[in-house]
């Protein structure tokens, strides 16, 4: 049997290579600690890696990804990334990074049974039912698909504001954005959907947290 992932560690090897010829002290740096400036939030699907498509390197970025790119605020992994990311490393933006042509949001708008992970898109399907007038006048099914991708991006921007990590942070005169973006698989660019907030006030009112 061929071992294909041989070449990821034959890779890495040349990798490191190359890191230590334009910079021998790269590693010894990097290994003092990490301030990036942003948390990215993103889905798992392998052709968005976080890095790669923003041109950022190691130490620049604080990813977290999961299926759909989702913010549920009962998922302790996402809490403990986000509280880490703003609490400790204080980072200045949130990227909340959806993509075109999403596996997980393409499944949230049909019936079909997947096993244990329908709970996991059942978040989308309320996303869906939110916004059913309007994904619903959309005809063409791409399209329909690519806005659910859009608004399904909008409304976890909004569930990240709506956390206390990220309205402490504000109340606290914490520089601190919360961006929603979508990338195309398709051409490589990332769009900004110009859903970013700022403060507590910008969320409906019973959302807002008191200090
Ligand atoms: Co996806």
Redesign the pocket.
Known sequence: MEKSYQKLLDSNKQWVAKQLELDPTYFETLAKGQSPEYLWIG???SR?PANEVTGTRPGEIFVHRN???MVVHTDMNMLSVLSYAVEVLKVKHIIVC??Y?????IAAMGNKQFGLIDNWLRHLKDVYRMHSDELEAIEDIKARENRFVELNVQEQVTDLCKTSIVQNAWRNNQPLHVHGWVYDIADGIIQDLDVSYRQASDLEKIYQFKL
Not at 101 to 105: D, F, I, N, Q, R
């Open positions: 889905c798992s699907d968005v299926i759909a790119n959806g993509h042509g999403c596996g997980g949001v």
